[in-house]
């Protein structure tokens, strides 16, 4: 989505209740995406988080301070006209998923891995029906056709907004199981964040980190957080 900017000359900012869902005006007048259409939102609660955003600007609005109206207009403007194709993107990680492919060596990096990602495939056999094949190295790993068809058909069975947020929580961690478990409230967003991050601070324990690559980091593990809100807000 290409940057937008404005400068502020609103002074109220109000969420409006239609029969379609929920506006957010500026001075009684409702919110355009950059594409043109209404910011019509699906819930109350997402709507007021849009607003506090608006209602958080100062002079000049500033798009990366606005997560919520950014995924917003993302779900309006991007994913509504190409749902299926997000969604096929989404689906592809149900063949590659992180928690397939398992180190060789080190045995300390071996039970970090097991210990972290087992419980998501147990839960994914035991909530999903879904049985996986897990493997050591970087060869890809056939999945039977079958299970992934049941891996992949609840992305096709969400709504616009869900799917912007569960694209986040998907690209973010590497794991469509992962995305599956959180958003089922299975598990905790940290518990899914640190479960994502095995193979990185096993690498940070090894060889240290750096300030950019903390920094990188926190703004993922943000992104991450915003985009697992962002989708209960949207249900």
């Known amino acids: ?37 209404p910011l019509l939102l699906p819930s109350n609660a997402l709507a007021n988080r849009v607003a506090n955003e608006w209602k958080d600007q100062d002079n000049e609005v500033i798009p990366a301070k606005m997560p919520f109206t950014r995924l917003s207009n993302s779900a309006l403007d991007k994913v ?17 998923d992180l928690f397939y492919y398992r180190a060789s060596s080190p045995a300390t990096l071996i039970k970090k891995q097991t210990t972290a990602w087992d419980p998501f495939l147990d839960w994914v056999k035991n909530s999903m029906n879904v049985s996986v094949n897990v493997s050591s190295g970087v060869m ?3 999945q039977d056709d079958g299970e992934m068809d049941k891996l992949k058909a609840p992305i096709y069975a969400m ?29 905790m967003v940290d ?3 640190s479960a994502s991050r095995v193979d990185e601070e096993w690498q940070i324990e090894q060889w240290g980190s750096d300030e950019e690559a903390m920094a990188a980091s926190e703004k993922k593990y943000n992104d991450f957080k915003i985009g697992c809100e962002f989708f209960q807000l949207s249900l």
């Open 1 to 37: 989505m290409s940057e937008w900017k404005i400068k502020r000359t609103w002074d109220t900012v109000e969420v409006k209740r239609t029969e379609a869902g929920f506006l957010v005006a500026l001075d009684d007048r409702p919110i355009v995406t950059p594409a043109k259409n």
């Open 80 to 96: 509504s006209v190409q749902f299926k194709e997000v969604a096929d993107i989404l689906s592809e990680f149900g063949e590659t």
């Open 140 to 142: 890809f790993i056939e």
């Open 159 to 187: 709504t616009p907004f869900q799917l912007a947020g569960f694209h986040e929580i998907v690209t973010i961690s590497g794991s469509l199981i992962a995305a599956y478990a959180i958003v089922n409230n299975a598990f």
């Open 191 to 193: 518990q899914v964040w």
